[in-house]
């Protein structure tokens, strides 16, 4: 098998795991389960017996690091076989590894505050006891249900306890920016896979170029397990709301700088 095609082949493999680390099949990714983190780290709790989602988070982030570092391996093996062909993929691949670094960072900013105010006002909100999911009877990964929203639907109610119905207290201006941070983030798995959109539709159009190639020299194995890589992405594309950006197959011969060949 070709270096370079094989190492194609490794990493659709690891941008696929990438993609589902991303789209939120952790929760880890979601609005909802960084605002819940703040909110327990200050003694309220969530639901009736309560959660750690802090632990979510970190697990999230663990995950989708140790799938970033995969691609972005393979991607300097595949620059160590072909420097242009590898600056090429690597610039196809880079949508998707700067939302998977932007996770890992809002993930850290969370961390952080979560350790300042166990430190700080372990018992602000004891005794407080959120929805999970929402206060009313409709639950779900919407707007109503984050830790902000209810906090301000029982703004009296806290008031009249003498608790200050912000997320994160006004006396902490230092922690304020990581709810900027925060709302970033995907609201739901909807958001999520909506942020993978174009940089799906890039990756497969490289993985089927690159099965069309080896097809046509046949390399049999090779191009039965792209097209496998291949019904994955269209699986997980299927899953999105926004139709899939298709690039010319044209555009991409030019992109990783080989001839264009017909029925490729």
């Known amino acids: 098998m070709d ?45 009736p017996g309560g959660f750690n989602h802090l632990t979510n988070v970190m697990d999230t982030a663990r995950n989708i690091q140790g ?55 372990p018992a602000r909100l004891q005794g407080v006891v959120l929805g999970q999911g929402g206060l009313g009877p409709e639950i779900g990964r919407t707007q109503q249900a984050l830790v902000t929203n209810q906090m301000n639907a029982m703004s009296a109610q806290l008031t009249a306890r003498g608790i200050e119905p912000r997320l994160i207290p006004s006396a902490q201006s230092a922690l304020q920016p990581v709810l900027t941070s925060i709302r970033q983030l995907p609201l739901n798995g909807r958001e999520a896979a909506q942020k993978l959109t174009g940089a799906l539709g890039a990756i497969m159009v490289l993985v089927r170029q690159t099965a069309a190639r080896a097809g046509i020299i046949g390399r049999a194995r090779l191009t039965a397990a792209l097209l496998g890589i291949e019904t994955a992405l269209v699986e997980f594309g299927a899953r999105l709301t926004t139709p899939i950006i298709i690039i010319d197959r044209r555009v991409l011969h030019q992109l990783m700088g080989v001839p264009d060949v017909d029925g490729a």
């Open 67 to 121: 799938n970033r570092d995969a691609v972005e391996l393979t991607l300097n093996r595949l620059q160590g076989v072909g420097p242009a062909v590898g600056l090429r993929v690597r610039s196809l691949c880079d949508p998707v590894l700067k939302l998977a670094d932007d996770y890992l960072r809002i993930a850290q900013q969370t961390n952080n505050a979560a350790t300042v105010l166990r430190q700080t006002d």
């Open 3 to 47: 270096p370079t095609e094989e190492l194609i082949l490794e990493l659709s493999q690891a941008l696929l795991a990438l993609f589902n680390s991303s789209r939120g099949v952790m929760h880890g990714v979601y609005q909802g389960s960084h605002e819940a983190a703040l909110f327990e780290a200050q003694g309220g709790v969530i639901g």
